[in-house]
């Protein structure tokens, strides 16, 4: 079984910045795929950022290419999401997922465990 615990989120201005990360505990950590995804209110989750299992390939969503950066740190088990100039349609519950397969994906039936989520709030 396979942890996933996110941090991180909190109330932004828009404009501002936001580091989220997901700490997995549980299985080797370097065999993952991983993820973030987001929901809003009465919005279906959606794919945010990709990073597989070596780092190397990563991939966005064009609504946050040039702001949003994911990485991973694979001594620490760690992966991060840098957020930068948020705008309020960022607003969301940002959750990570991890994939056994070693890659990412960009539909979230394909991951295989979830993190509880963190609030995010941009403010206008």
């Known amino acids: 079984q396979v942890e996933m615990v996110e941090s991180g989120g909190g109330l932004v201005q828009a404009g501002g910045s936001l580091r989220l990360s997901c700490a997995v505990s549980g299985r080797t950590f370097t065999s993952l795929g991983v993820g973030w995804f987001r929901q809003a209110p009465g919005k279906e989750r959606e794919f945010v950022a990709g990073?597989?299992?070596?780092?190397?390939?990563?991939a966005y969503a064009d609504s946050v290419k040039g702001r949003f950066t994911i990485s991973r740190d694979n001594a620490k088990n760690t992966v991060s999401l840098q957020m930068n100039s948020l705008k309020s349609e960022d607003t969301a519950v940002y959750y990570c997922?991890?994939?056994?397969?070693?890659?990412?994906?960009?539909?979230?039936?394909?991951?295989?465990?979830w993190g509880q989520g963190t609030q995010v709030t941009v403010s206008s």
């Open positions: 990073v597989k299992w070596n780092g190397f390939s990563t």
């Open positions: 997922a991890a994939r056994k397969n070693g890659n990412y994906g960009y539909s979230p039936g394909v991951y295989d465990y």
